[in-house]
């Protein structure tokens, strides 16, 4: 028979019992680890247990933190950083809050953004004063943005930074912006109203393209000297546009496709107007060209379709090919030079052009100016009544304009003027009415005036 080893369990059942018996204090000291200068202390590279398993200095637990930390906690639905010194975090309400001293990160598309799985559930952006930039592509295809704010530390928005923000509507600048990026805002098509702060000195290409909301653009008090290319191409619904006096450049197809562009002036400084920078601006009847400008280029006017005179002043040397083509309803040219100097204009094909749809140059004139005002817009019951003042010119006419809330045309009523002075409202879902007084050579004859539609009308 083969023996067996008592022994063994024995001394488990010894080593058990042990671990059961109470620790006296006197033991708990001897049985402590030697102080940090003893003699038995571990070396330098070994590791205290305690200190290992201890949670990081910057952990908190939501259970053990201070009453207002617990509270933000409770409140955060997601955080993280965003650059060297740089933070986020998005609260249960949507509203997404960057904050340090410096500038975001920037980021190569819309789905390397460090909240891009929660990029539909940000509703509203403050950035906290320190912030100096926001990222490139940083809240791109954030649709469901509404407002954004922006302290007076930030001074550059980056290229692509809100672009298809389809819900942003409310911007809230501060003096202490510099720079618009590329594509800054395009696609926000809920955007009604801008008006840049005056410290502005750059835009960058497309900012405000496919912007098809948008009504009116104030930028007088900035500084910059050149619109990019497209900066607000597409923009559909663009009628005022207020540019700095240090303007110098209109960039490519600037307002390519505005085709309710109607309130508008080219700075007096203006040396450059790039090719197809008026495209498809069927609204706009007439063109006052700056005094330093010396070429047309190629089809700045292309497809102004409404346009019906054009001021050139004698600065002007070279009309390049295509400049006025497919603007059928141009019948005047009025050139501040003589005769003498037009014949030395560089025409191209607008020569043929002149004689082909009759257009009548007048050389050493202004356009005449018409007395005529419009009095008062009153609308009731359904009906529109114009009071037109001062000496209206025989044969012209009232454009009577519809837009819905959103600012989106939705048609025109034309009137004699000699009609009587009641019209049909356009639109029964017309929100506000614009009546544009043209006279016989549908000209401007005086500023338009707006008014909304009462409810119920």
Known sequence: MKKQNFLVPVLSLLFLTLLMIPVR??????????PEDSADAPPEDSTDSAAFLAPPEDF??????????????????????????????????????????????????????????????????NFEQGVTRV???????????????????????????????????????????????????TGCIAIKNLSLPKTVSKLGQASFSKCTRLTDFQAGETKFTETKAYLFKDCTNLKTVVFPETLKTIGQETFSGCSALTDYTIPPNVTKIASQAFKGCNWVTSIELPPKLSTIEEGVFLDCIGLEY????????????GAFTNCPALKN???????????????????????????????????????ATIVSLSIANGRVTVDVGGEPEKGSTLFIASYDADGCFLGVDTHPIDDPNAY????????????FLLDSHQRPAAPAVSKEVPAGT
Request: aromatic share 10%; charged share 20%.
């Open 25 to 34: 204090a006197d033991d708990a000291a001897f049985l402590a680890p030697p």
């Open 60 to 125: 908190t637990d939501e259970a053990t933190a201070p009453p207002d930390e617990a509270a933000l906690l409770a409140t955060t639905k997601a955080y993280g950083e965003c650059g060297t010194g740089m933070a986020w975090r998005l609260d249960v309400d949507g509203v997404m809050t960057i904050s340090g001293k410096g500038a975001m990160a920037n980021y190569s598309s819309g789905n390397v953004i460090p909240w891009r799985n929660y990029r539909l559930d940000i509703q509203k952006v």
């Open 135 to 185: 990222g490139n592509y940083a809240f791109c295809d954030c649709k469901t943005i509404t407002a954004v704010t922006i302290p007076q530390t930030l001074k550059v928005i980056g290229d692509s930074a809100f672009a298809n923000c389809e819900y942003l509507s409310d911007i809230a600048w501060t003096e202490g912006l510099q720079e618009i990026g590329n594509y800054a805002f």
């Open 310 to 321: 054009v001021v050139i002043p004698e600065s002007v040397k070279t009309i390049k090919k």
């Open 333 to 371: 040219v009025y050139y501040a030079g003589n005769i003498m100097q037009w014949e030395a204009v560089s025409k191209n094909d607008f020569a043929d052009m002149i004689q082909r749809n009759y257009i009548e140059v007048h050389y050493g004139e202004a356009p005449p100016v018409s007395t």
């Open 424 to 435: 049909t409202v356009f639109a029964k879902e017309a929100h506000t009415l614009t009546v």
